[in-house]
């Protein structure tokens, strides 16, 4: 267990230190009551005490119950800090780790889980490193002192005597707490799969109603609910067993202590204010007792999170930088050579010996069927994914040589699923600049041809958009997007299919501002409408991950293939909705 927990130990060591110094000063001082309780006992049956002493001991013992209260202050404030911190610091590892992961880990990570795992397994080890330490403590080391001075201030036999059942309260402890371990792994994978669930029907509640899965959605949820909380019941049946066990056990050593203490009495060998200070020894070490069933407990909850926990944190980094690698300084050159390019979790190809070269400032068009890798192409140069940087260049430099923040730093990127997040449109523009002007937030939002819309929002700019832009259409979404790319004044500028929700006057608006605002600048634009591309540079198009055809608008339209085929019947498409329209 504590090398599972030693970095946080290490982490929080000096705290940890003072923590322990204070609680075993708490419990040294705290056997001295029961002490001078016994010894005022039998003064008092002896008749042998005046008022002045009697009440010189009470003063005593209320200045020692003071110094205890002091000294458990102060192990409870670092103790239970610890516990704050480690949750802290468990959740900033998480995040830390999330963020730094490529496409690959989140694809064999669940949402869910991973909540799950910032959440429940989180507060799981915080409990731990708070009232675990606290319980590891209380059911060690202050049982030993306790003993210690039982036999000392009482008598040998009687404690040796009164302790017999204590070896089996720690065999049962330990026996149901190996029961809870195993059930509370499956407790914290039945609510990461609970967890999915609620996020995929919160995500998709429009499609639930307009399809009216509501009831086999909530039969979904009852399911994985039902079977979260038969789970739970497992674990809480054994927890239930700790109880009597933690109670039944202490019962016996009281029966013990007194039948056996009264018999100790009765042939002189103790006194009765000692068998007082005994009973009052022996009832500070129930306590412990219940500690040891509730850190077992606490442990093995605590254990089980933290190998979820490690699981994602050991998880070796799909994507490592180089070690003398170099930040990006211009906007480069980019160079695709005999390059091919398969997903992780796919068992072919999905880019086949692309060679192609974009110099810096040109644009470049990307059409392709669905599914013939026009999306695949253009990510290559966010390295989301684990790729082959031995046939990508930059400046005639490979890929890896450089930074990769410094590369994506480059980029401005517009994917076809644009991520809108529950904070303001301006806000959302701005996640690429934060310090951007209102001024610069204005010329980007009228490079997205988005200003027409705002007098549509209640509060303009600042109207917010709900949970992934619930209130917005997929238009706005996407213009929100370009915004955001163009706000950041990208040297590299990819469109990824994101003008496809979007009428054709405002996509025409959109690919001028493209064409004025983006002189100098590398465009790349992936999309099925060759109005989008057809004044790029250079043309390709892409069939099962191969290049099929490439070369500007007119020599593609004059070969007479897949491009010309397709420009014809967007062209006509295009004339027959212009007279529907009139």
């Known amino acids: 267990m504590f090398k599972k927990f030693w970095w946080f130990i290490s982490y929080y060591k000096n705290k940890y230190i003072l923590a322990v110094l204070f609680l075993l ?10 002490y001078i309780t016994g010894r005022l006992t039998d003064m008092i049956f002896e008749g042998n005490i005046e008022l002045k002493v009697f009440l010189l001991i009470l003063g005593l013992d209320l200045l020692i119950i003071l110094i205890k209260y002091l000294f458990a202050m102060s192990w409870s404030y670092f103790t239970f800090r610890a516990g704050n911190e480690i949750d802290y610091k468990a959740k900033d590892n998480l995040m830390t780790k999330f963020l730094e992961q490529s496409l690959k880990f989140f694809e064999t990570h669940s949402t869910g889980s991973l909540m799950g795992k910032a959440t429940n397994d989180a507060n799981s080890i915080s409990n731990l490193a708070g009232a675990g330490t606290l319980s590891l403590f209380d059911s060690t080391i202050f ?39 195993a059930r509370w792994a499956k407790v914290q994978r039945a609510f990461d799969k609970l967890n999915t669930n609620i996020l995929e029907d919160v995500e998709g509640i429009r499609i639930i109603r307009v399809f009216n899965l509501q009831k086999s959605r909530y039969n979904k949820f009852e399911e994985s609910g039902k079977d979260l909380c038969d789970k739970n019941m497992n674990v809480v049946k054994y927890q239930a067993l700790m109880t009597p066990v933690q109670r039944i056990i202490p019962a016996l050593t009281f029966v013990i202590a007194i039948g056996y203490g009264s018999f100790l009495i009765s042939n002189g060998e103790i006194t009765i204010g000692q068998l007082v200070s005994f009973t009052y020894y022996l009832n500070m070490l ?15 909850q605590g254990t089980a999170s933290m190998d979820r926990i490690q699981e994602v944190l050991d998880y070796e980094e799909d994507i490592v ?31 086949k010996d692309i060679n192609i070269k974009i110099e810096s400032g040109k ?19 966010l390295r989301l994914y684990p790729i082959d940087t031995n046939h990508l260049y930059l400046d005639g430099e490979r890929i890896h040589k450089y930074s990769i923040s410094s590369v994506r730093e480059k980029i401005g990127y517009v994917p076809q699923n644009h991520m809108i997040f529950s904070k303001t449109i301006k806000e959302n523009i701005k996640l690429s600049k934060p310090k951007a002007t209102d001024e610069e937030v204005m010329e980007a939002v009228r490079f997205a041809d988005l200003e027409k819309d705002l007098s549509t929002f209640p509060e303009g700019l600042d109207t917010l958009c709900g949970e ?3 209130s917005l259409s997929g238009g706005q979404k996407q213009r929100i997007g370009i915004a955001r790319a163009f706000l950041k004044e990208p040297d590299i500028l990819i469109l990824d299919d994101s003008m496809s929700a979007v009428d054709g006057k405002t996509e025409k608006n959109i690919i001028e501002n493209i064409k004025k605002k983006s002189r100098g600048k590398t465009t790349i634009i992936s999309c099925h409408r060759i109005s989008q591309v057809k004044d790029c540079d250079e043309i390709i198009v892409l069939n099962k991950g191969t290049i099929t055809e490439r070369g500007t608008h007119e020599e593609l339209l004059k070969k007479g293939q897949w491009y010309a085929k397709q420009y014809k019947n967007q062209m006509a498409r295009s004339r027959f909705d212009e007279k529907d329209e009139k």
């Open 143 to 181: 049982p030993l002192f306790i003993i210690v001075m039982m036999m000392v201030v009482v008598d040998v036999k009687l404690t040796l005597a009164s302790i017999i059942p204590l070896p089996i309260l720690a065999y049962l402890c330990i026996l149901i707490g190996n029961k809870i371990y």
């Open 363 to 381: 644009s470049l068009g990307v059409l392709g069927k669905t599914g013939s890798g026009k999306s695949t192409f253009i990510k290559q140069l």
């Open 321 to 351: 930088e180089s070690i003398d690698a170099f930040d990006l300084e211009t906007n480069p050159n980019i160079e695709f050579s005999d390059y091919s390019f398969k997903y992780p979790s796919s068992k072919e190809k999905v880019l």
């Open 286 to 300: 129930v306590w412990p007792m219940y500690a040891f069933g509730n850190f077992i407990n606490i442990k093995q």
């Open 468 to 470: 992934k832009g619930i």
């Open 25 to 34: 000063l708490s419990d040294l001082v705290g056997l001295i009551p029961p």
